[in-house]
């Protein structure tokens, strides 16, 4: 079911680690980010968008990891996009012939096991890079590209309604994932980094500094208090 959490943004949570997915509502339909996870899940968000009349205009996957990119043949043949970077490495995981096989394999230890529609993964366009903004008829809403977490990750700024969409960044159940440990990089502060908005983003930056205690020591990663059963 959607949740209002800001004026036009709504989040449709999912019950497998919580993750969240995001409706922007547009000028003439709904932007729709990260939607997901299980074929349930995501019959029950197209009848809850199509119900009021919120046809979904585009969508985006704010990271390559499977379960942010998924799509449901309900939702429309619409655009989908992803940042260039994030785009290659869906091509490349997809051009492995036994990928989506593997991903189907890895889910048998779960409790979502055959649950999880993957006939639609990855079907994503690259926006060209450098771009500010995700195009489309609606609030603007600021790519902001980074090097935690997963390759060509994006954090989306809705700066109209005060929302900073994080994509598994601020997760109050997963441990973070610091991407590549053994590169050059340094993985920890990337990770605050990106965790981190502008000082001018004002109305994102609050509900952040909340996950971030002020006596973190230099290089500590972010944490939340853990969720009762996690």
């Known amino acids: 079911m959607l949740r209002q959490v800001a004026e036009g943004v709504l989040i449709h949570q999912s019950e497998f680690v919580q993750s969240n997915a995001v ?4 000028r003439a339909g709904v932007l729709l980010i990260d939607p997901g996870v299980t074929g349930s899940e995501l019959d029950c968000l197209a009848n809850d968008l199509h119900e009021p009349g919120r046809p979904v205009a585009a969508g985006f996957s704010t990271h390559p990891h499977w379960d942010h990119l998924l799509w449901h043949a309900r939702l429309g043949e619409v655009p989908r996009y992803g940042t260039a970077r994030c785009a290659a490495n869906v091509r490349g995981q997809l051009s492995d012939a036994g990928a989506k096989a593997r991903i189907a394999a890895h889910l048998l230890e779960t409790e979502i096991a055959g649950q999880v529609p993957l006939d639609l993964l ?23 590209e980074h090097q935690a977490h997963a390759p060509g990750h994006a954090a989306l700024l809705i700066e109209e309604r005060g929302v900073l969409v994080a994509g598994d960044m601020l997760s109050d159940v997963l441990i973070p994932m610091l991407g590549d440990v053994n590169g050059t990089d340094d993985v920890i502060e990337d990770y605050l980094a990106a965790t981190g908005p502008p000082a001018s983003d004002r109305c994102a930056t609050q509900p952040v500094r909340a996950r971030r205690p ?5 290089g500590a990663v972010p944490a939340a208090a853990p969720i009762p059963g996690w």
């Open 23 to 26: 409706v922007v509502q547009g």
């Open 122 to 144: 990855g079907l994503i366009t690259g926006l060209p890079a450098e771009t500010a903004r995700i195009p489309w008829d609606g609030p603007h809403v600021r790519i902001i």
């Open 214 to 218: 002020p006596d973190r020591p230099p």
